[in-house]
Every structure is written in structure tokens, then in C-alpha cells.
């Protein structure tokens, strides 16, 4: 594998920002990373000439990628402000400034895109997200999901996926299980990595899962949102040009004070929320048949009337679906007549309903601040 002076010595031919001094001595790397073989690169840019120098972005992934040993590059354009040209010793010191003006290249035939969120983690939001997936495949719509949260990917396991996804012309081709389109950072690193990187690395590696994966025809993309209401997620809310998101909490309280957070982030960003899903809405002794009520019950259906926003349904706690997830066979597939399979569906045919209404939207114009 190349070593980051061989990296920086291989950018000498790429021409910096002024047009006119190398890349490695413009003082605009913001950050260089290297990991099992792929190599993550941040430039640092004026917000406004973004547009213009992505020759410059791309003609620095070609430069690295011809190195001996590079499997992968992500180069990313951030607005980072920088304290001196050493890679190693950048540091961040602003959030960065971009604009959408449209779909990314790997987008084109992606009819649709839809956010699954959660305003906090550990609601369930990843397993929600792989079964309104499916069930939108098994109501006859070509559905692909993304795994955005970098730091904590989902979709190799519950999907049953392993191996790192190949290239072709340039662009990355997702895998596939159950008739789905899928792609997660969780592909290219093991389950024991840490993903230890600075803003700008996420972000490059967002945009790239955006920007480079051949997605091909799809009526839909499921986007498998990071927990909580950050850059990230107004860098996705943004770059995507998202069709509409769902919210899922669980009924209790702490969870829906963090869910009224992501349906506000949503309704300043001009994305439409389609619903509220609860999920471990209850739970139901496997032995006895006695219902109780874990974390409460109903929170997320009053929450939904109480901001008008539509409630999609009621997904109990259940040692089944919790199984089959992390067998990698969600039980939309591997038990599509069971009554918790019928409840994704009943929500994915809602959501689906709500999208074939819904009329096409321009790229909200913002700025992530």
C-alpha cells in the first residue's frame, strides 16, 4: 500500500486551487487518511468555486488511484479553514458551506428518495429502514437503500452482506440481496474498525456514496439516515434532494422530544415529513401472551396528531424480528405472511401511496450552517 509521502508526491501533478501551485503545497489538504488500502482525502476550497474545481478533485483521485497497492479514493471538496499545509495537522475550525444544485451523476434515474430517521440512536431506526425496503420491493418498486451513518453501519448484518462492492467505469456498483440495491460504508471496513475520522472525511465519504454509486433505474431509494440532526444529515437532507422523510421514535418520552427535533430539521429544510412510525411499541410475552408496555405506548401516534404529521403504524418489541435482523433474513422476507411482516407492509403501502400523490420538488436551496 502506498504511504502518505507517496501519496502527497503522486498529488505534485495536481495543479492547487490557484491554478498554479501543487496540490500538496497549496496548503489546501485538510486531511489525508489511509485505511485497508483506500485512502480518503479532504481539499480545502472556497465555497464558491466548488463548482469549478471539481477537475481539480477529480484529477487528484486519478492521481492516487494509479498508485500500486490504492484500492479506493475519496476526495472530498470541504470549506475547512486551514492552520497550515500539513495533512496531519489540520484541524477543523468551521462547519462547511455548500449548495445543491441538483441530483448527483449516480442519482440520475432515482425516481425517488426517502429518509428514514430517528432524532437518537438505539430506536430501531436500521431494521425499520432495511423492512420498508423490502416492502416497497414487494409492492412492485425498484428499491435501492443507502447505509449514511458512517460511524455505525447497519446493513451488512441485517441484509446478510459481506464483500467489498466492485467498480465499473468509475463508479461503484452496489450489491445486491433480495432483489435490493444496497451500499454502506460497512462494506469497505470490518465490523471491528472504528471509524475515527473528522468531519471532512465523513462528508466526502456521504457525498461520494451519492455522487459515485451506479444506482441505476430505481422508483425508489431508502436512505439510512445517522442518528440525530447534524451536518450530516443536512448535508444528505440537502445533496439528495429528498422526496420525503419518515421519523421513527419509540413511544417514550425521551425518544419523541429527540423525534420533534428531526421533523423540525426536516420542515426547515423544505423536505416533507411523511409519517411517524413507533417502533417497539410493545411487547407481547412469547409464553404467556401478556402484553406490556415497555417504553410506553401511543407516544408517537399522540406526538403525530399534536404536530399533524401522519402516523404510519406500530411496530412491537418481538424476539422475531430481532432474530431474523441479525440473521441477516428481516422478516419481510424470510416470513412475508407473519404478522410483523404485514405491519412493514402495511406501512411501506402507505409511504408508497403518499409518494405516487406527492408531486416532484426542486433541490432546496440552503446552505448547511
Not at 440495491?181 to 462528508?203: C, H, L, N, Q
Not at 403518499?354 to 440552503?366: D, F, H, S, T, Y
Amino acid at each position: 500500500m502506498a504511504s502518505e509521502q507517496e501519496i502527497l508526491g503522486a498529488l505534485e501533478a495536481v495543479v492547487g486551487p490557484d491554478g498554479k501551485t501543487p496540490l500538496p503545497r497549496s496548503g489546501a489538504i485538510a486531511g489525508l487518511s489511509i485505511r485497508d488500502g483506500k485512502v480518503y482525502l479532504s481539499i480545502s476550497v472556497d465555497p464558491g468555486q466548488a463548482a469549478a474545481l471539481e477537475p481539480m478533485r477529480a484529477a487528484a483521485e486519478r492521481a492516487v488511484r494509479a498508485l500500486p497497492g490504492v484500492l479506493g479514493v475519496t476526495a472530498a471538496l470541504t470549506a475547512e479553514r486551514q492552520s497550515g499545509p500539513a495533512p496531519a495537522q489540520a484541524r477543523p475550525t468551521g462547519p462547511a458551506k455548500t449548495s445543491a444544485p441538483g441530483k448527483p451523476s449516480g442519482l440520475a434515474r432515482v425516481a425517488r428518495i426517502v429518509a428514514v430517521a430517528s432524532g437518537k440512536g438505539g430506536v430501531g431506526k436500521s431494521t425499520t429502514a432495511v423492512n420498508l425496503a423490502l416492502g416497497l420491493a414487494a409492492l412492485g418498486w425498484r428499491v435501492g437503500i443507502l447505509d449514511a451513518d458512517i460511524y455505525g453501519p447497519s446493513l451488512p448484518r441485517l441484509l446478510g452482506l459481506k464483500g467489498a462492492p466492485r467498480t465499473e467505469n468509475n463508479m461503484i456498483v452496489p450489491l445486491e440481496a433480495f432483489g435490493l440495491k444496497a451500499m454502506s460504508i460497512g462494506f469497505m471496513v470490518s465490523e471491528e474498525d472504528a471509524m475515527i475520522w473528522r468531519g471532512p472525511m465523513v462528508m466526502g465519504a456521504l457525498q461520494q456514496m451519492l455522487r459515485d454509486v451506479a444506482w441505476g433505474e430505481l422508483d425508489c431509494l431508502i436512505v439510512d439516515m445517522p442518528p440525530g440532526t447534524g451536518d450530516a444529515q443536512l448535508t444528505l437532507a440537502q445533496a439528495a434532494t429528498l422526496s420525503g422523510a419518515v421519523i421513527v421514535s419509540t413511544p417514550q418520552d425521551l425518544a419523541l422530544i429527540d423525534a420533534r427535533r428531526g421533523v423540525a430539521m426536516f420542515n426547515k429544510v423544505d423536505v416533507p415529513v411523511l409519517g411517524i412510525v413507533e417502533n417497539m411499541s410493545y411487547f407481547v410475552c412469547p409464553r404467556c401472551g401478556e402484553r406490556s408496555d415497555v417504553f410506553g405506548h401511543g407516544g408517537a401516534r399522540v406526538e403525530a396528531e399534536r404536530i399533524g404529521t401522519p402516523f404510519l403504524g406500530e411496530v412491537p418489541l418481538h424476539m422475531e424480528i430481532r432474530e431474523r435482523s441479525d440473521a441477516g433474513r428481516p422478516v419481510v422476507v424470510s416470513d412475508p405472511g407473519g404478522a410483523h411482516a404485514r405491519i412493514y407492509l402495511d406501512i411501506a403501502a402507505k409511504i408508497k401511496a403518499k409518494l405516487e400523490q406527492g408531486a416532484a420538488r426542486a433541490a432546496p436551496k440552503i446552505v448547511i450552517e
